[in-house]
């Protein structure tokens, strides 16, 4: 248990953390969490926990890249439309019903894509070099030892390591895991995340509203971004301004990170910041940055909890300083920003202050990138007119008109 911290309800912060100390806090505390086995179809998209080694040839026989006819390729030197090599048809080769007969001189095998090239045979000729005959088949050109062979372990080898651990696995991934005969894959296990709502004014939307009451947008914006970082829902709850409800929720088992969205600040009815504190450890409160300078994190029990702010541009940025971060490096992935990047042109000034970390909406233009937005943390509809976000570091009073700045994509 934690020594009391001062309450700062009704009464405000005399000091904030810096971003970097958050992270700092943050990532001292979010591990990855332990793996599991998984067949196949479940596997895109998690975290490989161990590397893949092949334990069998790809292909583990030679067999045909082609449909047309294996032959010798020595006999088909010189070979033109004018001057033919001329075979005869003495088998049939299909996939998984090789040909037994022997290819000798001046003789050639029909054979299908991935059909087993059969003994004497080093080439396909593709059928459409081929020209049928009363005899057999005349070929129209000329082939090297090998062409349209794939040879034993030409895609993969015994022993080679396919995919690193760490990898996050995409479907082509999964499919050379298959293509080995692997049924099952080591995984890390996705974080659980809980997600609490606060608030006796917010209303889920279809639901009557009454005059002072607002329709709840925080816990979908939540819902799409936690499986996005690869975590898990493990629960999505509305609970009213009541501290026993919001410690209950705190403290009930099968989470691994919970997120709080609302009641984080220094209001009255803000309480979960003193439940954290008293539970467990209260770490963060309070983030120089705008927005979400309110964010929190912590930990209650083995569950950490981070207090993201009600306004939602407030809950969204914090979201993905911290919480995003944590669901990310549990799951096994980067902690990197989920989003793609590039560097811009400055279209017009954007204006910071020195002691803070600023997220700015921003959108491109064709002169270059053009801020939105600094303040109005509960504007929600300025991240949809927005195309990305800039953060401008704590150390910068602003950026001048033509200055590149990395812009982060919302796409």
Request: overall charge negative.
């Amino acid at each position: 248990m934690n020594a009391p911290r001062r309450d700062v309800r009704m009464r405000g912060f005399t000091s904030r953390h810096t971003v970097e100390e958050a992270w700092a806090w943050l990532d001292s505390r979010a591990v990855v969490r332990e793996p599991e086995v998984v067949p196949l179809e479940h596997a895109t998209g998690r975290v490989l926990a161990e590397p893949l080694v092949a334990t069998i040839h790809v292909p583990s026989f030679e067999r045909s890249a082609m449909d047309g006819y294996a032959v010798r390729a020595d006999e088909t030197i010189g070979a033109s439309h004018y001057s033919p090599a001329q075979f005869q048809v003495i088998a049939t080769s299909l996939p998984a019903r090789p040909s037994e007969v022997i290819v000798t001189p001046g003789t050639a095998v029909r054979i299908m894509t991935g059909a087993p090239l059969p003994e004497g045979a080093d080439a396909v000729v593709p059928v459409e070099a081929t020209r049928e005959t009363p005899a057999g088949i005349e070929v129209t050109e000329a082939l090297p030892i090998g062409k349209h062979v794939g040879r034993i372990g030409e895609d993969i080898a015994i022993g080679q390591s396919v995919l690193a651990a760490g990898r996050r696995l995409r479907p082509q991934d999964v499919a050379v895991a298959a293509s080995l005969g692997v049924p099952t894959l080591l995984v890390i296990r996705p974080p659980r995340v809980r997600i609490l709502f606060t608030g006796n004014e917010l209303v889920a939307p279809g639901q009557p509203r009454g005059p002072w009451q607002i329709y709840d947008a925080n816990s979908y914006l939540l819902r799409g971004l936690v499986p996005r970082d690869g975590g898990i829902l493990e629960s999505v709850q509305h609970l009213t301004d009541d501290p026993e409800a919001i410690a209950a929720a705190l403290l009930a088992p099968g989470a691994d990170l919970i997120l709080v969205s609302g009641g984080s600040s220094v209001g009255a009815e803000d309480h979960a910041p003193r439940l954290v504190n008293q539970l467990g450890e209260l770490g963060i409160h309070g983030v120089a940055m705008r927005p979400s300078s309110p964010a929190g994190l912590g930990q209650v029990g083995t569950a950490l909890v981070a207090l993201l702010p009600g306004n939602p541009v407030s809950c969204l940025c914090a979201y993905d300083f911290f919480a995003g971060r944590a669901i990310r490096v549990m799951g096994g992935r980067p902690r990197d920003w989920s989003y793609r990047s590039s560097s811009e042109p400055l279209a017009r000034k954007i204006v910071s202050a020195i002691g803070r970390v600023d997220y700015c909406r921003v959108r491109m233009t064709p002169d270059g990138i053009e801020p939105l937005a600094l303040s109005g943390a509960s504007v929600l509809s300025s991240t949809t007119r927005a195309d990305g976000f800039v953060v401008i570091p704590e150390m910068s009073e602003g950026m001048a008109p033509g200055t590149p700045v990395t812009v982060w994509w919302y796409d």
